[in-house]
């Protein structure tokens, strides 16, 4: 039926009839709905939620329900519901992908012809529950109570505390290797419960405030939905958590790999404040410009030295070879990630890079640092020791 009406009506007749409808049941002119051209008449319509802009929340809704069903997408818009920055993000980072299509058009209603009736089409509204509700982001902002208090006094924005960096770094790498060790498990499944994806890299992040304090973990779940990235669980967490009110507020993400343009965007959104460390690279097309939108956002080794990889987290432990980046690095095909994370050998190298922050423990938990060692170092070390997931 839609494409009859746009042969018998003409294209922008039937998306300005379609708009009116859609403001018409929202109740609202800040409002974006969407097709799937030539698969059905179904067009999904949502509103702004909780200062969450329509468009992203359509396009994530979407996901979830369509997953990869579809190739080319109308995205309509009213003008109170221009694209702002996050949304945009998140269209190219779709758009980066062969079996992807957006094609974005903002619609005006003015001239409408009540006679052209489009009511027949099957409108579906976005549960915004889909998106910001899910179960998974209590568990990434739930950070359990620890016998080591966060650090005090530290600034982690200003100060001269790269190797302290790599200690938020190992955390992350502790956060993704658990997920990729034991993915496809009964042992997976029995500890992360309702979090079972079985499929999608194995990237973890973490979200700290400038004073050293872990806020949210996160890892990447876009089996679920391509839009579920670690980067937009751990802002999404952390916003339902803490709210908007906080966003201003300096902030470091701390994450496996380079985001992509979609999370990239988020981030600069959401948090303006917030500088982004990320251990890998990415050399895909997902990652390419992300540092257009996103300003501070940098590589760790240009601040630290890498992550080493350790046979144990003993003070004594062995060194096994290179870094966690070049071992990481050693295992893609090409230019893509290809599924090379998710194995559980990539698992033991994010675990064997996470001992770093153990042997820190390790190592100064009867002693006090030496003289040129930061003051922070063994309250940071102890209270993300206690942090670690349990493997």
Not at 117 to 143: F, K, M, Q, W
Not at 229 to 243: D, R, S, T
Not at 290 to 295: A, E, I
Request: proline letters at 3%.
């Amino acid at each position: 039926m839609l494409m009859e009406l746009m042969d018998k009506l003409g294209e922008d007749d039937v998306h300005r009839q379609i708009m009116s409808h859609v403001q018409r049941v929202m109740c609202t002119s800040d409002v974006a709905c969407c097709y799937l051209v030539g698969e059905s008449d179904q067009v999904y319509m949502c509103n702004s939620y909780n200062e969450w802009p329509a468009i992203t929340m359509l396009l994530q809704g979407v996901s979830r329900i369509a997953r990869k069903r579809f190739q080319s997408v109308m995205l309509l818009h009213t003008g109170a519901s221009e694209p702002t920055m996050m949304c945009q993000g998140m269209i190219d980072y779709l758009c980066s992908w062969d079996e992807f299509n957006i094609n974005c058009v903002q619609v005006g209603i003015w001239n409408v012809d009540w006679s052209l009736d489009v009511e027949e089409l099957e409108y579906i509204e976005i549960d915004p529950g889909l998106v910001l509700e899910r179960s998974a982001l209590i568990n990434y902002s739930t950070i359990q109570q620890t016998a080591f208090p966060a650090p005090q006094g530290l600034n982690l924005i200003g100060g001269q505390v790269s190797h302290i960096h790599r200690l938020y770094m190992a955390l992350a790498f502790r956060t993704a290797g658990v997920r990729g060790f034991y993915l496809g498990t009964e042992v997976w499944q029995h500890h992360w419960e309702s979090m079972i994806y079985q499929h999608g890299h194995s990237i973890g992040a973490v979200l700290v405030n400038s004073a050293g304090r872990v806020l949210v973990k996160s890892i990447n779940t876009k089996a679920a939905n391509v839009t579920f990235h670690a980067e937009v669980n751990l802002i999404q967490a952390f916003v339902n958590k803490y709210g908007r009110e906080v966003c201003a507020a300096e902030y470091l993400i701390y994450t496996t790999l380079k985001p992509c343009k979609m999370c990239a965007a988020m981030i600069a959104h959401v948090l303006p404040n917030c500088k982004v460390i990320y251990a890998q690279d990415d050399f895909g097309k997902h990652a390419q410009n992300t540092d257009s939108p996103l300003h501070g956002i940098i590589a760790l080794d240009t601040i630290a030295k890498p992550l080493r990889l350790y046979e144990s987290g003993g003070e004594g432990g062995a060194l096994r070879h290179g870094n966690i980046a070049q071992a990481l690095n050693a295992l893609r095909n090409g230019q893509s990630l290809t599924q090379t994370l998710d194995t559980s050998y990539a698992g033991r190298q994010m675990l064997q890079a996470s001992l770093t922050l153990e042997r820190k423990f390790n190592k100064y938990k009867n002693t006090q640092p030496s003289q040129q060692q930061h003051e922070h170092v063994k309250n940071v070390a102890s209270y993300l020791n206690s942090l670690l997931d349990p493997v």
